[in-house]
């Protein structure tokens, strides 16, 4: 079963466009969603194990200019 994560991403004023499209060519990214509240976009992910999402955030999301932090819930039931 695959390991699911819901990744709540603020990012910097003016940047959430281009954010959401780079989000979007990353191949573990299963769903982006720009959303109102306190995140400005929601991601679903899916990798085979914990370590994969892991690295889909520190190696690869953090290095997209425009992301200020993320929060990662990780699925324990679906």
Do not use: Q, W
Not at 7 to 31: C, F, N, Q, R, Y
Request: net charge negative; proline share 5%; glycine share 8%.
């Amino acid at each position: 079963m695959a390991t699911r994560a819901y990744i709540l991403i603020e990012t910097a004023a003016g940047e959430t466009s281009t954010v959401s499209d780079a989000l979007k060519e990353m191949p573990m990214m299963k769903a982006v969603d720009t959303v109102t509240g306190p995140f400005d976009i929601i991601g679903v992910a899916e990798a085979d194990n914990l370590p994969s999402i892991g690295d889909l955030i520190s190696d690869g999301m953090h290095s997209i200019p425009g992301i200020i932090k993320t929060v990662t819930c990780l699925s324990v039931r679906s």
